[in-house]
């Protein structure tokens, strides 16, 4: 996704003319003093105008096309902001740009005509300066949207593996080795949480792995509106859940687990569960382990387990 860029619209203006008072105070050698002024007043016009227009072009178009986004940003992008209210704003500075554009095309024209070209140039800079409390407003919001947009994490819309299950149950572990590489950590905009994602190919097949953790882990009515517009976006990507259970129960009994597991289930997607820890679990944890998640399609992963990767992605087709 293409990431919003921020401006400084507040000086925007003044610093517009400072560029072109020192860019046309450059101009020299036209001896005719008539001449000299006309010229200067309008380089200033010019130099001015193009000065805000470009970084206004530059700014708006730097803003991701809604129509062009994935289900995933879509989703993460309506959590965030008014998606309708974002277009608005968008076209509003658009169309001052275009204003101030045709202002500065009109005073140029004018000034063909005038013997005062001080004075169009002042009218020029009158009538700028007058919508720049419009474009200053307008900007402000749009650096805010800009801000949330530049968080969305990056996520794929390719087939993926889900990764699910309370803290501690060894989900980042199981990411790392599957990928056998360190998670890239996003930044998660719904809450202060993160995502971690990992990439392997199978077969030329790029897969993704997604962790998300603090999202997955809680009942469904514990989670506001946003968690619940996240978790719907994790919908839309084609995949399964991996829902990975401690055996030996350090943090969670193994009942526990299986009532969180009971909750993902409303996502309708395939799961998987890796029965893990098996090496501090005792052979009665194990047991209660395969018992209870019966239902289910297991894999067993233990922490040296060299075919874990291959029996993920086995149960992914
Ligand atoms: N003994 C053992 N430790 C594990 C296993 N899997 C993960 N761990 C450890 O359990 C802790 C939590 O793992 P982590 O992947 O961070 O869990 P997460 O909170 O679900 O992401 C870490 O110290 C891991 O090294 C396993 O199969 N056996
Ligand atoms: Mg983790």
Do not use: C, H, W
Not at 111 to 121: G, L, Q, V, Y
């Amino acid at each position: 996704m293409p990431k919003p860029k921020f401006l400084d619209a507040e000086n925007l203006f003044e610093n517009a003319m400072g560029y072109a008072r020192k860019e046309s105070n450059k101009i020299s050698g036209i001896r005719n003093k008539k001449r000299l002024i006309y010229s200067k007043e309008k380089a200033k016009i010019n130099l001015m105008g193009e000065y805000i227009t470009n970084k206004l072009e530059v700014y708006i178009t730097s803003f991701p096309v809604i129509s062009q986004l994935n289900q995933f940003q879509k989703e993460a992008l309506s959590a965030l902001i008014e998606i309708k209210e974002f277009k608005k704003e968008l076209g509003y500075l658009y169309k001052l740009n275009t204003v101030m554009k045709n202002l500065k095309k009109k005073n140029l024209s004018s000034m063909r005509k005038s013997d005062n070209p001080e004075k169009t140039r002042k009218v020029f800079y009158g009538r700028m300066m007058s919508l720049k409390k419009d474009v200053v407003r307008s900007v402000e919001k749009l650096n805010e949207t800009g801000r949330k947009l530049r968080e969305i994490p990056e996520i794929k819309i390719i087939p993926s593996i889900i990764v699910a299950g309370f803290p501690n149950s060894g989900k980042t572990t199981l990411l790392e080795r599957i990928t056998g590489s360190k998670p890239e950590i996003a930044a998660y905009p719904f809450t202060t949480k993160k995502i971690e994602l990992g990439y392997f190919t199978d077969k030329y097949k790029e897969m993704q792995v997604i962790d998300t953790p603090g999202l997955l882990d809680r009942k469904e009515e514990e989670r506001n509106l946003i968690e619940k517009k996240a978790i719907n976006a994790l919908k839309n990507l084609e995949g399964i859940i991996l829902f990975v259970v401690d055996l030996s129960e350090a943090s969670y009994s193994l009942e526990e687990q299986k009532n969180l597991l009971e909750e993902i289930k409303r996502l309708g997607k395939k799961i998987v569960v890796a029965l893990n820890k098996k090496d501090l679990a005792s052979e009665e944890q194990a047991e209660n382990g395969e018992k209870i998640f019966s239902e289910f399609e297991l894999i067993i992963t233990e922490k040296e387990d060299k075919n874990l990767k291959e029996k993920v992605i086995e149960k992914m087709t």
